[in-house]
């Protein structure tokens, strides 16, 4: 207990002491002509079910035919098996236990699709901390997101320029590079759920017809007697349909990779974008979602360069989520911060181990960490006594997840699917090449013992040399992030003008301020990264947002 008061105490004062916030400047930076245009396209819920990643079954051929121009990376690994965590890492390098983005969710505004933590609230990161896109508009490009944000610290608006279901790159200034973000929803555990389902569930009605809208002219083209079920999920006809759907639901979203592929080189800017393709964890079905096992966290992962390089090539290095806001930065020519955890996959020597974890999901409690090299996977279990697989109210919704109950109940589960509703014991050690289910735990197996030891130690040091949030009370840490578990406001931006030299300040720790010179709002306007000239009579409009505080009051000046 007096550990957690002491991380408690460390955490409130990094968290809320004040300073003045600006931001430096990113020094020299080259020319906006060398710099490539930068697409990253995020499936939702999808493991590497495509043909150039070696499944047969698969109907891949937009994807296919972007590998052979494209690295694979076959041994990519998320932060973790759910959306929100997960892509809290990947938008900052930074694991999510860190950032206080673990659990999932933080704020579900639609209570009645899932649950909660003790209160709806938002995570605060490190003061440091920003989401890479935001460094991309401080380094001069134009960022853009299809929507898609679930980052759990809020949507801050100096993180893109534009942000919606209809943002795109062509707002940006002529000759100007830009990054956009384009999330691909149409693979999300969701739409696997019956077209024609009759319901007096709010929530299964909704998802319902949205997917008969948005899987409009979906073709069936999965034989579900050919799909492989593996051992850890009952081997019936409803769980086949339900993983032929999954594979049809691929085939039907993949087409958007060849639009996005086609408007680039229609517009002319395929021969200065790098293309990188991957999804946001596994796939969506049982002790897949939601799981440290690779089942739930390897994801496909590509990266096409404009000139070719390195076409066809197949990568086996270790790549993790926090690896990839890095390596981006990288290509725009512009530095990772020291906060970044993870590495430049692409120049950077490869990484020994890889680590995930899971936390609380909606209203199931739970606590789970794990570490992978390319050959032993580790997991440590701080509750051991929970099952894998535990009722959660959104995952039960699926044909399979239905069936795997019922079949439970009738006593008929093989063994492997009946050890996901048993206590699971404190520690796993699976050897991946030999059982890549990860069904067979070595853990107390004698001649595994100094693998068990080596990755135990590894787990530790990442522990240390990350932080773990997840070792409080999820009430304590949000008391530390919001005081009275209230959200704290940021400080509203000081406006300084000397000789026609503007300043801006916040006393906010970790404020990003934006600004105008206008009277227009100043959301997204520009990023402040340091003093600026600005002619007589000119009106400076700001504004500062510290992730996970609300947004400060307007601060407004007419220069002299």
């Known amino acids: 207990m007096q550990h957690l008061k002491s991380l408690l105490a460390a955490l409130a004062v990094l968290l809320l002491a004040g300073c003045v916030a600006t931001s430096a400047g990113t020094g020299s930076e080259p020319s906006p002509d060398a710099r490539p245009n930068i697409v990253l396209i995020v499936f939702e819920d999808m493991g590497p079910r495509i043909g150039a990643f070696g499944d047969d079954i698969a109907t891949t051929p937009h994807l296919d035919a972007f590998a052979r121009q494209a690295v694979r990376y076959p041994n990519t690994f998320t932060t973790s098996g759910v ?121 299964v009605t909704r998802v319902t017809e949205r997917n008969r809208r948005a899987l409009a002219g979906k073709q069936r083209l999965t034989d579900p007697a050919s799909v492989e079920v593996p051992p850890y999920l009952p081997d019936t006809p409803i769980v086949r349909r339900d993983i032929a759907t999954l594979y049809d639901n691929v085939a039907f979203a993949e087409q958007k990779v060849g639009e996005i592929v086609a408007r680039l080189e229609a517009e002319g800017l395929a021969d200065n974008t790098i293309v990188i393709i991957t999804t946001d964890h596994g796939d969506g079905l049982p002790r897949m979602k939601r799981t440290v096992y690779d089942s739930g966290i390897q994801v496909p992962m590509m990266v096409r360069y404009p000139d070719g390089r390195r076409a066809g090539e197949i990568d086996t290095s270790l790549v993790s989520f926090v690896d990839l806001a890095p390596t981006l930065l990288a290509f725009a020519g512009a530095d990772s911060p020291a906060f970044i955890q993870g590495r430049d996959f692409t120049t950077q020597p490869a990484a020994e181990y890889v680590f995930a974890a899971a936390d609380r999901l909606d209203a199931v409690p739970g606590r789970t960490k794990a570490v992978r090299d390319a050959h032993f996977k580790y997991i440590r279990n701080y509750q051991p006594e929970l099952a894998v697989l535990r009722p959660l109210a959104y995952r039960d919704n699926l044909p399979t997840m239905q069936e795997f109950w019922r079949v439970a109940a ?15 014991g404190a520690e796993e050690l699976y050897d991946i090449i030999a059982d890549p289910h990860e069904i067979h735990n070595l853990a107390s197996d004698p001649a595994y013992s100094y693998h068990l030891r080596r990755l135990r130690g590894a787990m530790d040091d990442w522990i240390t040399s990350t932080g773990d949030l997840s070792a409080l009370p999820e009430i304590e840490m949000i008391e530390a992030m919001w005081p009275g578990l209230v959200q704290p406001q940021t400080a509203t931006p000081q406006i300084t003008v000397e000789q026609g030299l503007v300043t801006l300040s916040s006393g906010t720790a970790g404020a990003s301020i934006a600004y105008t010179l206008g009277a227009e709002a100043p959301e997204p306007g520009r990023i402040y990264t340091g003093p600026f000239h600005a002619e007589p009579g000119t009106t400076i409009s700001a504004r500062a947002i510290r992730y996970g505080f609300m947004a400060s009051e307007l601060a407004a000046t007419q220069l002299p």
């Open 410 to 424: 009738e006593g008929g589960l093989p063994p492997a699917a009946a050890r996901l509703t048993q206590p699971r």
């Open 83 to 203: 959306c929100s965590p997960s892509r809290s890492s990947l938008i900052t390098g930074v694991h999510q236990q860190t950032l206080g983005t673990q659990h999932m969710r933080t704020r579900s505004p639609v209570t009645w699709i899932s649950g909660g933590g003790p209160i709806e609230y938002e995570a605060v990161p490190p003061a440091d901390v920003k989401a890479f896109p935001e460094l991309l508009r401080r380094a001069g490009y134009y960022t853009v997101n299809n929507g898609k944000t679930d980052y759990q610290f809020g949507d801050p608006f100096t993180i893109w320029d534009a942000n919606g279901g209809d943002a795109d790159w062509t707002g940006r200034a002529e000759g100007q590079p830009f990054f956009a973000m384009v999330n691909i929803y149409e693979t999300h555990e969701g739409y696997m759920w019956p077209e024609d389902r009759v319901s007096d569930d709010p929530l």
